[in-house]
Structures are given as C-alpha cells and as structure tokens.
Nanobody
C-alpha cells in the first residue's frame, strides 16, 4: 500500500523558482527509488530525474540540467524537486513515480504514480 502525493505546483514568473514535494506513504519509502516526470500539453510524458534509496540520482534530462535539483528526506518520507530559472517551456503537469527495483526513469519502470501537480510558468 504505497501512495504518492505531489504538492507545490502553481503559477510562477519566468526566471523564478519553485519547489515540488512528493510525500510517500507507508514504511517502504527507504527502499523506494523515486523520480519525477512531466507532461506538457500535446506532448508525451518525459522523465526528468530520479533518486535511489541511497540518495544517488540519475542524470538529469538535458532540458533541465543545471536548473533542477532532486533530493530526498527519509525522515519525512518526502522527495523534492527544486526548480530554478524557470522557463515557459517548463509548463507541464509534474508527476512523481516510484519503483522498488530500479530507478523509475522510464514509464515501464514505474510501480506507483502520483496524480500530478500543475506548474505554469508565465512570460
């Protein structure tokens, strides 16, 4: 019984920053790898980055490299995505996803999905 709940989305100006949170239920958090995906209007869902149980993260998508940072706080059962230097093209629904066995950097790897949080970046 694992549930993921995203929060922190909203409207932000271009160049601004926003921090997304993914709260994970249950006692399995410490062994889960958790990642972030996003889906912009008219586009396929894409992987952004994921972080393992040991705190080691995968490479960031080229579109966000140098601007986004993933972290996890095992005491709070929460994974964060700090987003900076936001651009209008970052506008999307952002989803967190979790896997027991591998980094959820593709949709086939995902065991659990959150319902998403909308991020809108204005010009």
């Amino acid at each position: 019984q694992v549930q993921l709940v995203e929060s922190g989305g909203g409207l932000v100006q271009a160049g601004g920053s926003l921090r997304l949170s993914c709260a994970v239920s249950g006692r399995a958090f410490s062994i889960l790898s958790v990642g972030w995906f996003r889906q912009a209007p008219g586009k396929e869902r894409e992987s952004i980055v994921s972080i393992g149980y040991n705190g080691v993260n995968t490479d960031y998508a080229d579109s966000v490299k140098g601007r986004f940072t993933i972290s996890r706080d095992n005491a709070k059962n929460t994974v964060y995505l700090q987003m900076g230097s936001l651009k209008p093209e970052d506008t999307a629904v952002y989803y967190c996803a979790a896997s027991y066995y591998k980094d959820p950097d593709s949709q086939d790897d995902v065991d659990y999905w959150g319902k998403g949080t909308l991020v809108t970046v204005s010009s």
